[in-house]
């Protein structure tokens, strides 16, 4: 076996640059089998995990993109299969970037739209924020027991360098076209009148999320209860069941079975597409999707990198290092 590939990806990883090595000499998903059936019939699990967008570091094994790039490639797939016969979206997320979350919604819909097949999203621990948004492009919502989801609403993230820079003595120059070129930045307080124009844009992304939400529970919530919910607090299964924001508490299996009468099928495998077929072999066995090479600590325990933007995502505290 060649051995440069292998020696020039740690060399390029060490230097810094991203790059993606095919060890296995094959760069493509392929189908693999998680409940067997002796039905023709398929049910693909595609998995929502993570932070939503492209907020964190790949590492040189990682044969896929972002959350987005994984989820549209596996739709793109299913649609081709005439023998997929419906989808569950597997939710384990905190949520994300607005854009992100938004066009995974987009997409999902655009499955469904496409295939006419059903769409089941199953909640794993935390399905929040933009977990939610993105869970209300489907059918029919399923939480485990123990899931967390709610947080409906938007969070803008703005880190202030401001105090800590002067105390070592740094102090940046700003040169700028306009009174609010540089608004948001992190080297100074946010003046009312940023603070204003902030909270414009948050209402706004706040309505599309509650548009969404609409959307999907037209018939069970109305458009008051729906804001009276979605006040940025998290929400249990049972809660949200309670509450109508779910249709349903369970686990896989309960998922499955609802999907296939939504299907009108008595059976069927229950499939997944991956890159690692050796490693997904049950419903629970871990994917290594992302395997960074060297340990790499971030600031913050959530985010593994901090920017300012918009959100639907559950934030509820960061810690540093």
């Given at each position: 076996?060649?051995?440069?590939?292998?020696?020039?990806?740690?060399?390029?990883?060490?230097?810094?640059?991203?790059?993606?090595?095919?060890?296995?000499?094959?760069?493509?998903?392929?189908?693999?089998?998680?409940?067997?059936?002796?039905?023709k019939?398929k049910?693909?699990?595609?998995?929502?995990?993570?932070?939503?967008g492209a907020?964190?570091?790949?590492?040189?094994?990682?044969?896929?993109?972002?959350?987005l790039?994984?989820?549209?490639?596996?739709?793109q797939?299913?649609?081709e299969?005439?023998?997929?016969?419906g989808?569950?979206l597997?939710?384990?997320?905190?949520?994300?970037d607005?854009t992100?979350?938004?066009?995974?919604?987009?997409?999902v819909?655009?499955?469904?739209?496409?295939?006419?097949?059903?769409?089941?999203?199953?909640?794993?621990?935390?399905?929040?924020?933009?977990?939610?948004?993105v869970?209300?492009?489907?059918?029919?919502?399923?939480?485990?027991?123990?899931?967390?989801?709610?947080s409906?609403?938007?969070?803008?993230?703005?880190?202030?360098m401001?105090?800590?820079?002067?105390?070592?003595?740094v102090?940046?120059?700003i040169?700028?076209?306009?009174?609010?070129?540089d608004?948001?930045?992190?080297f100074?307080d946010?003046?009312?009148?940023?603070?204003?124009?902030?909270?414009?844009?948050?209402?706004?992304?706040?309505?599309?999320?509650?548009e969404?939400?609409?959307?999907?529970?037209?018939?069970?919530l109305?458009?008051?209860?729906?804001?009276?919910?979605?006040?940025?607090?998290?929400?249990?299964?049972?809660?949200?069941?309670?509450l109508?924001l779910i249709?349903?508490?369970?686990?896989?299996?309960?998922a499955?079975?609802?999907?296939?009468?939504?299907a009108?099928?008595?059976?069927?495998?229950?499939?997944?597409?991956?890159?690692?077929?050796?490693?997904?072999?049950?419903l629970?066995?871990?994917?290594p999707?992302?395997?960074?090479?060297?340990?790499?600590?971030?600031?913050?325990?959530?985010?593994?990198?901090?920017?300012?933007?918009?959100?639907?995502?559950?934030?509820?505290?960061?810690k540093?290092?």
């Amino acid at each position: 076996m060649k051995r440069w590939p292998i020696v020039m990806g740690l060399m390029l990883a060490a230097a810094g640059c991203t790059v993606r090595l095919d060890f296995l000499g094959e760069d493509r998903m392929r189908e693999v089998v998680l409940l067997k059936s002796p039905a023709k019939e398929k049910i693909l699990v595609v998995d929502v995990e993570g932070t939503i967008g492209a907020l964190g570091q790949q590492g040189i094994l990682d044969r896929e993109g972002d959350v987005l790039s994984r989820v549209y490639a596996r739709l793109q797939r299913a649609a081709e299969d005439k023998s997929v016969r419906g989808l569950i979206l597997r939710l384990d997320t905190p949520g994300g970037d607005v854009t992100t979350s938004d066009i995974l919604y987009r997409e999902v819909r655009r499955f469904k739209e496409k295939t006419g097949r059903p769409v089941v999203a199953l909640m794993m621990g935390v399905a929040a924020s933009g977990g939610y948004y993105v869970a209300s492009a489907c059918d029919l919502i399923i939480a485990h027991p123990s899931t967390i989801t709610g947080s409906i609403g938007v969070i803008a993230v703005y880190p202030d360098m401001e105090g800590l820079l002067s105390k070592v003595g740094v102090k940046m120059q700003i040169i700028k076209s306009g009174d609010l070129k540089d608004a948001g930045s992190p080297f100074r307080d946010l003046d009312e009148r940023e603070q204003r124009l902030f909270q414009e844009i948050i209402d706004d992304f706040y309505e599309r999320f509650l548009e969404i939400i609409r959307e999907s529970r037209k018939d069970r919530l109305s458009p008051d209860e729906i804001r009276d919910l979605a006040d940025g607090r998290v929400y249990t299964a049972a809660q949200a069941l309670e509450l109508k924001l779910i249709d349903g508490i369970g686990y896989f299996d309960e998922a499955l079975g609802r999907l296939l009468k939504m299907a009108k099928i008595p059976d069927a495998q229950v499939v997944a597409y991956t890159y690692y077929p050796k490693k997904q072999s049950n419903l629970y066995a871990a994917k290594p999707e992302s395997m960074p090479l060297f340990e790499q600590k971030s600031i913050v325990d959530l985010l593994p990198t901090l920017r300012s933007g918009f959100y639907y995502l559950w934030l509820p505290k960061m810690k540093t290092d």
